[in-house]
C-alpha cells in the first residue's frame, strides 16, 4: 500500500522567505510526527499528533516554526523568515495509533531544505 | 533528559563475520526500536522492543533488550553486503506511550566482500 508522503521533495529557498512542507500520512493513521534530520545524524523529534491535535510541541526550535493538522490528515510543517541554519532533511512520520503497545512510527521519504 | 548513544559509530567488517552494535540509553523507557536507513533513503523500520529480556531476531538480525542496564544490542550473524547500512536505535522519551522517539546517532556499516 502506500506509504507516507511528502512534498517538495526539494526546497531551495531564500533567507527570510517562508516555506511550508506537507506531509501525507499512510491512510487511516490516527498518530503523526514531524523529525529534522541533519547530516550524519539521527532524527530530532520536533512534533505530534493524534488527530487534529498537537500533543507535544516541545522540539520546535523556535517560534518560526509551526505545525497543524486540521482535519487530522494531512499535515503541514511551516517555517517562517528561514535562516540558513533550518538547512536539513525534514521527515515526517505516521503510525497506526501512538497508544498502542507495539506502535510503530513508519517515515517519509523526507524533504530536503535548503535556505541560501 | 534523555541520551542515547550507539557504539561504534562506524563499522567496517567481512562477510560472514559475526558483529555487535550497541545503544546505551540514560533514562527509562517503555520501548526501543532499531530503524536502518539506506543512503540518500528514508528510515525503515526493523525491531520494536518493549520489555526487559524481549529477543526479536529476523533473518541474520538479532535485537535485544535488558532494562535494568538501559542497553539493547544488534547481533548481526554471518554478515553479507546487502546488510551495509546505517543502523539508528530510538528510545521512547517518557513513559505511557508519548510518541516521542529520541534516536541515537547512527551506525554505519559497511561489508565488505
Known amino acids: 500500500g502506500a506509504g507516507v508522503s511528502q512534498s517538495p521533495r526539494y526546497k531551495v529557498t531564500k533567507r527570510g522567505q517562508d516555506v511550508a512542507l506537507r506531509c501525507d500520512p499512510i491512510?487511516?493513521?490516527?498518530?503523526l510526527y514531524w523529525y529534522r534530520q541533519a547530516l550524519g545524524q539521527g532524527p530530532e523529534f520536533l512534533t505530534y499528533?493524534?488527530?487534529?491535535?498537537?500533543?507535544?510541541k516541545s522540539g520546535l526550535p523556535n517560534d518560526r516554526f509551526s505545525a497543524e493538522r486540521p482535519e487530522g490528515s494531512i499535515s503541514t510543517l511551516t517555517i517562517q523568515r528561514t535562516e540558513q541554519r533550518d538547512s536539513a532533511m525534514y521527515r515526517c512520520?505516521?503510525?497506526?495509533?501512538?497508544?498502542?503497545?507495539?506502535?510503530?512510527?513508519?517515515f517519509g521519504p523526507g524533504t530536503r531544505l535548503t535556505v541560501l | 533528559e534523555l541520551k542515547v548513544e550507539q557504539n561504534p559509530l562506524f563499522l567496517s567488517m567481512q562477510e560472514g563475520k559475526n558483529y555487535t552494535i550497541y545503544c546505551n540509553y540514560s533514562?527509562?523507557?517503555?520501548?526501543l526500536y532499531w530503524y536502518r536507513q539506506d543512503p540518500g533513503k528514508s528510515l525503515e523500520s526493523l525491531f520494536v522492543?518493549?520489555?526487559?529480556?524481549a529477543v526479536k531476531q529476523e533473518g541474520r538480525l538479532m535485537a535485544s533488550l535488558d532494562t535494568k542496564a538501559r542497553l539493547s544490542t544488534l547481533h548481526i550473524t554471518a554478515a553479507v553486503h546487502d546488510l551495509s547500512a546505517t543502523y539508528f536505535c530510538?528510545?521512547?522519551?517518557?513513559?505511557?506511550?508519548?510518541?516521542?522517539?529520541?534516536f541515537g546517532q547512527g551506525t554505519t556499516l559497511q561489508v565488505k566482500p
Open positions: 512520520a505516521s503510525s497506526l495509533q501512538g497508544g498502542l503497545a507495539t506502535d510503530t512510527q513508519y
Open positions: 491512510s487511516g493513521h490516527v498518530s
Open positions: 499528533f493524534n488527530y487534529e491535535a498537537q500533543q507535544d
Open positions: 533514562t527509562t523507557s517503555d520501548r
Open positions: 522492543l518493549l520489555s526487559n529480556g
Open positions: 530510538a528510545v521512547e522519551h517518557g513513559s505511557g506511550n508519548t510518541g516521542k522517539l529520541i
